[in-house]
């Protein structure tokens, strides 16, 4: 099988969501307004990053703790 990195910089919040749904967990303890926002279908995670001055490779690494061990994905960080 095939292993892929899924997580990346310009992923939007709506993508990450849908692939991880219990990624809502890093937004909402980061404090961000991006779960249930309008605009999550068009911020990225870098956008994400920037706006509330949340380390790109940091909030990518908490997000992707949310990746079922079972999916064998290979995490962004390697």
């Known amino acids: 099988m095939e292993t892929k990195t899924i997580l990346q910089p310009l992923m939007t919040v709506e993508e990450v969501l ?3 749904p219990d990624s809502f967990v890093v937004f909402m303890n980061r404090k961000t307004k991006c779960v249930g926002c ?3 279908r068009f911020c990225t995670l870098q956008d994400v990053s920037a706006t509330y001055q949340i380390p790109l490779q940091e909030l990518i690494a908490e997000l992707e703790e949310y990746i079922p061990e079972s999916n064998q994905i290979k995490r962004s960080s390697q």
């Open 18 to 20: 849908k692939k991880l």
């Open 38 to 40: 309008l605009l999550q």
